[in-house]
């Protein structure tokens, strides 16, 4: 197998979409890549040597933090399985990240929800530029996205996804923590990625309903914001990683 | 006149524009903003108390260094006189500055060189065929204070490529750059209704390109992160301050 250059790294459960992914990624890509899925759900099918499935019953986070310890890619996707991205997405997201002076950029795409599958690029839903940002009503909060993207040794220098996410918002947590290290955010205008519209294993997501009573908002909340609900630009609760023995490495 | 937030600078000639340019960002942006044109043409008609224009014979690079060193705005969006910029542009520019965790944030609007179509997105680099060569944009909003510090443009460029190379000063000073991914604020260039200083132009490109290549592309042909020579400054009797 050729190195990958990017790894597509997630907590994964669709696996009636995985195919499809691949196939997308397949047909319109030339950068070597790789995903790295973990989850519960075993595949009924053959997967391809470049798409490695890991058994895990951890949280999703977890997953995600598993995933990402056993890619190889320089560059690492926190993707999901419900995800469709626009054509050539690998090819320019390594593009714009190559062209990047700063190692600790936080490459995005743009999200659109509701994919038709039907309807070609550009014919499904518009992106939702306007939502791309930490807190909306703040004027200095940043630019955040889903399906960032950074370099591995990024990932690694910040010892990784906090252990106290359990679902949701780790990637979010993640990208505050990039930019308070230094780092910018970049967002690709030419690639786009839409979310399938859920009709089983609902996402403990925001449009889900993840609210205030949801632990890992409630753990958000607690990192980054002050008493006012202000985004704040350094995180007030110390990082804890995973260990190690927590984790493993099958690869 | 209210302080400007924002100076919309340009070396400018095409004055049967500026009105125009004028009513369109009046109408579609909240944020106070200027305008500071210089050039040889004067224009015929009365201007805004906010749109400054200064009269230059001087090369475009010293127009340039004029608008932007009487410019009074905290953020410079570059322009040029012929481009049409869509409602909202300014606003949204200045949201994504105010977004940026990066003082040297250079933030660009999606750029095309015609009225219609999509953007042209992989335009953005003045070496394209170099994979690394960085991301840069046309019509940028940066802090003016970061043009202070920086001394400005390199008066040895006749005509184009002053603003490529500040550009990338910027980016090794540790900047940034942004392109707003929107389709709704494509910048756009207008047709050339007469060519534009041709004479200049033919002396003016090859020249100008062979400089801004000696400054930042190393001998085995890759993109240097670090200016390869030390920046040439106007000199202060060169650029008039009329405000």
Redesign the interface.
């Known amino acids: 197998m050729e190195k990958p250059i990017i790894s597509l790294v997630a907590s994964a459960i669709r696996t009636q979409h995985w195919l499809d992914l691949y196939e997308k990624l397949s047909t319109d890509n030339t950068i070597p890549f790789e995903i790295v899925f973990v989850g519960h759900m075993y595949p009924d099918f053959v997967l391809p040597e470049n798409f490695i499935y890991i058994y895990s019953e951890a949280e999703a986070i977890e997953c995600y933090e598993t995933a990402y310890r056993n890619s190889k890619g320089e560059y690492v996707s926190f993707f999901a399985d419900d995800i469709v991205p626009s054509s050539h997405f690998l090819n320019e997201m390594c593009a714009y990240l190559r062209r990047m002076w700063n190692d600790k950029v936080v490459l995005l795409p743009r999200l659109a929800f509701e994919y038709d599958p039907d309807a070609r690029d550009g014919k499904c839903t518009p992106p939702l530029d306007s939502c791309m940002v930490a807190q909306l009503n703040n004027p200095e909060a940043p630019v955040v996205g889903a399906c960032f993207t950074i370099k591995r040794s990024l990932w690694k220098e910040l010892g990784g996804l906090d252990r106290r996410f359990t679902h949701i918002w780790s990637d979010l947590d993640m990208q505050l923590r990039i930019y308070e290290a230094g780092g910018c955010p970049f967002v690709s205008p030419t690639t786009i990625v839409w979310e399938r519209a859920h009709t089983e294993h609902p996402r403990l997501s925001v449009k889900a309903g993840a609210g205030e009573d949801n632990m890992d908002v409630n753990f958000f909340n607690k990192c980054w914001l002050d008493e006012n609900r202000i985004l704040l630009k350094k995180r007030l609760i110390e990082f804890q990683p995973f260990t190690d023995d927590e984790i493993p490495i099958v690869r | 006149m209210q302080k400007p937030v924002v100076s919309i600078i340009a070396p400018a000639i095409n004055i049967e524009y500026w009105q125009e340019l004028y009513t369109m960002l009046c109408a579609g942006n909240s944020i106070p903003f200027e305008i500071v044109y210089c050039g040889y043409n004067r224009p015929n008609f009365a201007l805004p108390e906010n749109f400054i224009y200064i009269h230059s014979e001087a090369k475009p690079p010293q127009c340039f260094e004029t608008v932007w060193r009487n410019a009074i705005g905290e953020f410079l969006f570059i322009v040029t006189d012929d481009l049409v910029v869509p409602p909202g542009t300014i606003d949204t520019l200045y949201?994504?500055m105010?977004?940026?965790?990066?003082e040297r944030?250079i933030v660009s609007a999606?750029f095309s060189d015609r009225l219609e179509g999509p953007?042209q997105?992989n335009l953005f680099?003045f070496d394209l065929a170099n994979?690394?060569?960085?991301?840069l944009g046309c019509a940028t909003m940066t802090r003016r204070k970061v043009w202070e510090e920086l001394g400005g443009l390199d008066r040895r460029f006749n005509l184009l490529w002053s603003d490529t190379d500040m550009q990338m000063r910027i980016?090794e000073a540790g900047g940034?750059?942004?392109?707003?991914?929107?389709e709704n604020h494509i910048v756009r260039e207008r047709p050339h209704i007469r060519p534009r200083l041709i004479g200049d132009l033919k002396k003016g490109k090859p020249l100008d390109k062979v400089l801004l290549e000696s400054l930042w592309i190393n001998s085995d042909g890759s993109t240097s992160?670090n200016r390869l020579d030390a920046l040439q400054p106007y000199v202060a009797n060169e650029i008039p301050i009329v405000r």
Do not use: E, G
């Open positions: 949201v994504y105010m977004r940026m965790q990066n944030a999606r953007a997105d680099c994979p690394r060569s960085p991301v980016l940034h750059p942004f392109i707003m991914p929107s992160k």
